[in-house]
């Protein structure tokens, strides 16, 4: 998460306006500072009786200064994206934005946009766009690079917050296409290889424990696709990091599960093989899984699925899920949900979109 970093939200605040004491790496220019006469001075007023010489002195200096510590939290811009606490300064030299204070107004809520091709990540909740966005992104080949914010990193979560791209044909990535590279084995083993169409509000999880750094490489034909998303960095030591091997990681006791490229006019994206994931509620076991307000249609019929997701170790194909678009998914364990799609769509089946909701145990 890239939030211990102390040295870097440390600030000697003084109390009185003057020329400043601070170094300046380490004062956001914008804090009252203290002259060095009046810091001298707080040394040299009477001893109160009874008080040894250091100890009074030791007091006076701690009067006069304030030592203020803050974490390098994700904060709330007021641009409506998600920032990180920083000092102004350090925001600045980090190439962010100040978008909005954090830390009782002691940090500014620092956002940071890559849109440059060959643009390099280096902090948590950092985003990438287009150029120009959220105009049409440029023809051709687009790569950004993604480092780990610091050593405790273990996973990333890509959110698309708005990603619309060419539609696969036939559910073949043929056009525009997006492709997610450099992970450790156990994603790189599941992540599809390559996305298309529109992603918007999904999400994709990649283990990096081993691995640093990370690709995402556009290559652009049409004349209207753009981008944006989101990288979350989560630690090791996180209780939002994902099993292994999970692709999707829902971390509420209700949400949508949904294929790449879901909805109404939709399309199944081919050759995926990967596993959506629940995180487990204290106090909740079965699951109420509903359709009707969503889709679902995959490839094949019961007993020949050719396109399949699978609750419980039932895999559900053909154009309705349960009865009526519902379907009651009993607790055996781990909310783990394997999904996969075969090499062909020329039915150009839309896919799944489907609600759930954990039960009271």
Known sequence: ????????????????????????????????????????????DPIDEGQSV????????????????????????????????????????????????????????????????????????????????????????????????????CQYRFEFEDVVISDPASGACTNDTVMFSGFDAVSEKVIPGTLCGTLTGQHMIANVASTDPSKITFNIVSASAKWKIKVVQIACTSEDLAPAGCVTYATTGSGSIQSYNSGATGELINDQMFSHCIKPQDGFCDVQLDCSAGTFNLGGVAGACTDFISFGGQANCGSTLGTGCLLAWNFTGPYVIPTVSDADNAAMVEGYDINYTLLPC
């Open 1 to 44: 998460m890239c939030t211990w970093g102390l040295v870097s939200g440390l600030m000697v605040i003084g109390l009185v306006s003057g020329a400043s004491v601070i170094p300046a790496s380490r004062s956001s220019g914008a804090i009252p500072a203290v002259t060095a006469d009046q810091a001298k001075q707080a040394f040299l």
């Open 54 to 153: 250091g100890q009074t002195r030791e007091e006076k200096f701690l009067s006069v200064f304030q030592i203020v510590q803050f974490k390098n939290e994700a904060c709330d811009a007021t641009d409506g994206n998600t920032g990180t606490c920083f000092t102004a300064a350090e925001c600045t030299s980090k190439g962010g934005v100040a978008s909005g204070s954090c830390a009782s107004g002691f940090g500014v809520c620092c956002v940071f946009v890559i849109s440059e091709c060959g643009g390099e990540v280096t902090t948590n909740n950092a985003y990438i766009t287009n150029a120009g966005y959220p105009a049409a992104a440029p023809t051709g080949m687009c790569m950004f690079t993604i480092n780990k914010c610091d050593a405790s990193i």
